[in-house]
Each structure stands twice: as C-alpha cells, then as structure tokens.
C-alpha cells in the first residue's frame, strides 16, 4: 500500500471563534434531559493559567457502547444523538458539554470519550482521551501500559452534575495526549 | 483609535530577532537527520507556543474503540450556499475572486467522502470579523469569511472565495501573517482529524513567518501551499487554486486486509 506524505497542521489561530463554534456545539442532548451528563473542565498551560482561547471536541459512543452513524452535529434536533460535540473554553479556561455517558465500546475496555484539542499557541492538535472513573479503568490494557502517576491525567472525577476533566497543555501534571504510529 | 499595547516583553522584539531563532532551529534541523512532517509544537519563535506546548513525550496507541470511527455530517448539516463565500451578504466582496478546490484523502490515497471541510479566513484587506481582530484594516460588510461544506464522493471540496490579505500580528514587532485560509476537516478516523491553514504560492512572508517555519521540513511545509491552476478557474469570474489534502493513515478495515493477503 502507498503511503502519501500528510499534510501538516497548524494553530487554530485566534479568530476561529465566529467560525467553528455554532449554536447547540456542546449540548449533544438538552441539559437536564433524562440520562444527561455534564462534562466539563479547564484547559491549563504551563504555569497553571487557564487557556481561554481552547477548542475541544469530544467524540463518544452512546451509552450500550454503540458507534453512532446519525448525522445532525450542526443542527441538533433535540432528539438525535450523534456522539460528536465542540466546545470553545470561556474567558476562565472552562469548557462544558451536555452529553451521555459513553459506553464500552469492546469486552474489557473502560469507556471513554476520544478528546481533541486546539488553541491559539498549539501548533498541532492534540489527541486524549477522557476515561470515566470506574472499576473498568483498573482493568484496561491501555491505561494499564502507563505509569500510575499519569494514568490519573486521563480518569475524569465524578461531581454532582457529572464529570470533570482538566486538560493540562504542560507542566508536572501534564495529560497524556496520544499519537498513532503514522502520525 | 489607538489600541493600548499590552505590556509584553516579546512585543519589542525585533524581526531579525525571530530570523535568527528561525534559522538556528532550521541549521539545527538539517543536522538531526530526522523527517518531520508535522510542526514542532515547541517553536520559540512562536511566542504563544512556549506554556502552551506539551514538555513529555506523546503516548504512542493505536487508535481503538470510537477512535476508528469519525463523527457523520450529512446534508442536513451544511447547506450547499454555504461553500459559496461570496453570496452570504447584499452584495459581493471587495477582493480577488478566487475557486480553491481539491481532494481530502487518506495515506493511501483513497478519497475521504461526504465529510465536513470548514474554512474560515480575512477579508481582501486582512481583516477578520473577530471583536479580537484590532487590526485597523477595513471591515467589509460583505464578506463574514466562513464556509462549510461536504466532500463528494471523489473526496472532493469546493469553495468559491476571495484573496485574503496577510495582516499584522503582536508576535513580534512589525509581525505579517503570510495571505492564509484556515481549515478544518474530518477523515474517516477521528484520529485523523486536522485543523490546519493554506497558503499561496510564492508569498513573500513565508521566510519571516514562525507558524509556517515551524514545520522546519521544507518539503513538508511546501505542502500548505495551493497551486494556482488555470483550469479550476471561472472565465470572466474568478481566479482558481488547487489544494489537495493528506490525512494521516487510516487502519485498512477487515476487508481490505483480506485482499492484501
């Protein structure tokens, strides 16, 4: 099989917000609908200063671990769950989506939502994942292959609305983000 | 109006300041014998990259799970008018009218169908519609710079535009972005997805631009750069670039796996 160079990325720039954001990005279902969660948190930099100018989209299975192939991410009807959703964080750095909580999509895998993650100053996206915390996690191939002290940068915690799950861009805590073998 | 400059250390830094950092981490390059073909995320030059780039080592998985999969955009996400740039107003745009087209494909070459390509850009005068954007170019009430729109099923997108100015940035003293289009696309993997800008040929800023110089592999920062092509043109209408995009690797599925065996 050829193999085409890819083409490279670069920053999402400062001005995407009257671009990429659209109405209802990060309620992939009604806040408050039965069965909804809400995910959310900060995105850090290297001093520990809140990135306002982030975009993170999550992408998730629906909760029986379900790959969802319903189209509707830009102009939700309120009743399609398409499993796609895009946050720009606030002025404080804070993201936020209304969502369900994703399954497993294999035997033995935690559920997790797959997270990318763009800002002014980041050159290249960054790739995570958002695993909830469960008994699930303990057992995982993939979280079992890292170090204990960074595995914990990829396990949200539970509050009272849902789960909360800070992307940290650098630093001792740094999350873990992710690159295939062909990136 | 005068903006206040924000107090920034980086702001006073001259140009040949940053042509320097540019080209030691360019020498520095060619020395290490390596191919990159994406940015460095570390790029000094880049001011706002310095807390904002990741100091371990990425993870290497291969994609499993959800990640296999990508989000499914369809017709009832993206009107047809909205791959038109120059229509979403009263009038026309100020600007040279232009087609940019070309094919979203995978490593292999095979096209990227029915996916979503977003684009957002300046105006003819290198201002965007952005309460950021205090650049003190003129705002055109007719041209806003956003479009969607679907690859066919050759992986083919089209927009119909106009030239972006290059315009002034707070990087350093005296900064110029080179003319650009920025773009947002989805493979057919989620890990494939790529935010990214294109530029044309022969801009006179490439050298002095530390985003465009932080992929320091010449070849692979060649390929941002559209082809102007004379048969995607308009007669009498429009100017016509051509750019085709990679993404990275897609896992053949099961299928195609058999037929290699």
Known sequence: ?183 | MTTPVKANAHAEMAQEQVNEEIAALSAAYGRSGTLELQPRRDYGPYRSTILRHPTKDPHHADPEGIERWSPVFGERDVDPLEADLTIQAGGGPLGEKMVVTGRVVDAAGRPVRGQLVEIWQANASGRYIHKRDQHPAPIDPNFTGVGRCLTDDDGTYRFTTIKPGPYPWRNHRNAWRPAHIHFSVFGTEFTQRLVTQMYFPGDPLFALDPIYQSIRDPRARERLVAAYDHDVTVPEVSTGYRWDIVLTGSLPTPLEQDEDR
């Open chain 1, 1 to 183: 099989m050829s193999s085409l160079p890819p083409t490279p990325g670069q920053t999402v720039g400062p001005f995407f917000h009257y671009a990429l954001p659209y109405d209802g990005d990060n309620e992939l279902v009604p806040p408050g609908s039965p069965g909804s969660v809400r995910l959310s948190g900060l995105v850090l930099d290297g001093s520990g200063d809140p990135v306002p100018d982030a975009l993170i989209e999550i992408w998730q299975p629906d909760p029986a671990g379900g790959v969802v192939r319903a189209a509707g991410s830009l102009h939700r009807d309120g009743h399609t769950f398409t499993g796609f959703g895009r946050a720009a964080t606030d002025r404080a750095g804070r993201y936020t989506f209304s969502t369900l909580r994703p399954g497993s999509v294999a035997p033995g895998r935690a559920p997790y939502f797959a997270m990318a993650v763009f800002a002014r100053g980041l050159l290249h996206r960054l790739m995570t994942r958002c695993y909830l915390p469960g008994p699930e996690v303990a057992d995982d191939p993939f979280l079992a292959s890292l170090e204990t002290s960074r595995r914990a940068t990829l396990t949200a915690r539970e509050d009272e609305l849902g789960y909360v799950f800070d992307v940290r861009l650098q630093g001792e805590d740094e999350t873990v983000f992710l690159e295939g073998r062909r990136d």
